[in-house]
């Protein structure tokens, strides 16, 4: 089935480095995706991979992809008050996008 | 660009009643993407478009809800009749291209049935 999971949260002090993960089930999935959504907006798009890369570094974001385990992760270095929302994964499959469930990063002074 | 709109942004109705969801794509874009997002089942998507015609609505919940697009700068997602369990906030996307290309999300449209 088309499942993408992720756990639901994660609480980190200010400064350290986040790790937010998920594991996808279509192989063929041609492009991997974090969205981020904020209290009372919409999703909006982070950062993706493409299916043949290992990790995609953005500033400090930095993306891993693991095909074999079908397992994706972003790392946020120094992470910000302004960081804490919801995080998510997708996957591609045909012309949708199936979401994860979402991960609540909270950050803490 | 403003990017996508809905309208409301919120709507609080009866139970039984009409209602009826507004979305304006970014001008260009071909795909149009209906999503709903609840705590209990998070983001689902329930119908697509790609050109104005409807690809995939295999996530639309049942007879009550419905979605047209009749031009491409235009749908709506309505339901009818509205049941408390409906209550979530819909949100709306447009891409350029399919899953290849970036979803822009509008700001959504919260929905409260009493």
């Known amino acids: ?109 | 660009d403003a990017g996508v709109i809905q309208s409301p942004r919120h709507e609080v109705t009866e139970m039984g009643q009409e209602v009826t969801l507004r979305c304006k794509p970014i001008s260009g874009h071909d795909y149009l993407f209906w999503y709903r997002q609840t705590m209990m089942r998070g983001l689902e998507l329930l119908i697509y478009f790609n050109n104005n015609v409807p690809i995939d609505d295999s996530g639309m919940p049942e007879d009550r809800f419905s979605a047209k697009m009749p031009n491409a700068s235009f749908s709506t997602l309505k339901i009818q009749p509205s049941e408390p369990r409906d209550s979530a906030v819909y949100f709306c996307a447009s891409s350029l291209k399919g899953s290849t290309d970036t979803q822009y999300f509008g700001p959504g449209t919260r929905l409260t049935v009493l």
């Open chain 1, 1 to 109: 089935g088309e499942d993408v999971e992720q756990s639901l949260f994660l609480s980190v002090r200010e400064g350290d480095s986040s790790v937010i993960n998920c594991t996808y089930t279509d192989s063929s999935s041609t492009y991997l995706y974090w969205y981020k959504q904020e209290p009372g907006a919409g999703l909006q798009l982070l950062t993706y991979i493409f299916s043949n890369m290992d990790m995609k570094q953005d500033q400090r974001l930095t993306v891993l992809l693991n095909k074999k385990d079908k397992h994706l992760s972003l790392r946020i270095a120094d992470t910000q008050t302004g960081d804490s929302a919801i995080y998510f994964c997708a996957e591609s499959i045909d012309d949708k996008l199936i979401f994860g469930t979402g991960t609540r990063l909270q950050v803490f002074p």
